[in-house]
């Protein structure tokens, strides 16, 4: 067996009961990320295409033992399972479930249906903030810059806290 490689994933919805679509998208990915962590969800207004609902966002951490094609092969079938189907749905439009690769370990991929770390994620406090949560020193492995600061430089995104996934 391969050595495990550090993750994160950033999790977000806004279409159905996103809460309970979170929770068990967690559930789903436990099963094949080890050392699971997960942030508290964020409530946070949508970006780029702005007539939507608001999402529900998180980020989780966890060891993979595989490539990450196959992360992702396993991400995009959880999503089809919530009804993702991203040839049908308006581009950063609404959407039952999103899952990103954030990062995986300290590699850098740039592929054109892969870029990793994420390549708008130095932008997007919704993935930043949850992201700080369960990893308060993670640097971009591109610049070593730390991502608080990163996220510190940005504008306020409409991000709040909206408690965890047992409710509270």
Do not use: W
Not at 10 to 17: E, F, P, T
Not at 25 to 54: C, E, H, M, N
């Amino acid at each position: 067996m391969s050595e495990g490689v550090p993750v994160v994933l950033g999790l977000g919805s806004n279409r159905g009961d996103c809460g309970a679509i979170l929770r068990k998208a967690i559930a789903d990915l436990s099963g094949f990320l080890g050392s699971l962590s997960v942030s508290s969800l964020y409530r946070t207004k949508p970006q780029d295409y702005l007539a939507q609902d608001d999402f529900l966002n998180m980020t989780c951490s966890g060891v993979f033992y595989g490539t990450p094609r196959e992360l992702l092969a396993s991400i995009q079938t959880i999503e089809v399972a919530y009804g993702r189907n991203r040839s049908a749905e308006i581009s950063k439009g609404p959407r039952p479930l999103d899952i990103d690769i954030l990062l995986f370990g300290d590699r850098v991929i740039r592929d054109s249906d892969l870029v990793v770390p994420h390549e708008r994620m130095h932008l997007r406090q919704f993935a930043l903030v949850p992201l700080l949560e369960i990893m308060p020193e993670c640097a971009d492995p591109v610049t070593g810059v730390p991502y608080r600061t990163i996220c510190d430089e940005l504008g306020d995104q409409g991000v709040l806290k909206a408690g965890n996934l047992n409710g509270n």
